[in-house]
């Protein structure tokens, strides 16, 4: 049974940074690719980050507004991806998915198992 969970958002102030942690299992990280995406209200569902399988190319892919502020990893070990995100703007207040099984990108129809979501707010 494949399933994903999300967690390490709370409330953090501007400029502060979070760890956003993705738990696995059901399957193996060596060949599936995975992605972050996030969802304001009012707002559609977007790519955050995306990292490819270890055993294609291990690359990693950012959306535009991260201008180098996020890192995408994993710990094989742990079944686990990590968002690392630092700088955080007001903007960047969402609920933060982790996705697995897509060919990676940021096209959400593109994957196939999704977690709850956990919650980030940037506010002073």
């Known amino acids: 049974q494949v399933q994903l969970v999300e967690s390490g958002g709370k409330l953090v102030q501007p400029g502060g940074s979070l760890r956003l942690s993705c738990t696995f299992s059901?399957?193996?990280?060596?060949?599936?690719?995975i992605g972050w995406f996030r969802q304001a209200p009012g707002k559609e569902r977007e790519g955050v980050s995306c990292?490819?399988?270890?055993?294609?190319?291990?690359?990693?892919f950012y959306g535009d507004f991260v201008r180098g502020r996020f890192t995408i990893s994993r710990d094989n070990d742990k079944n686990t991806v990590y968002l690392q995100m630092n700088s955080l703007e007001p903007e960047d207040t969402a609920v933060y998915y982790c996705?697995?099984?897509?060919?990676?990108?940021?096209?959400?129809?593109?994957?196939?198992?999704w977690g709850q979501g956990t919650q980030v707010t940037v506010s002073s």
């Open positions: 996705a697995a099984r897509g060919p990676c990108g940021f096209y959400w129809g593109n994957y196939d198992y």
């Open positions: 059901g399957f193996s990280l060596d060949i599936t690719d």
């Open positions: 990292i490819r399988n270890r055993s294609s190319d291990n690359k990693s």
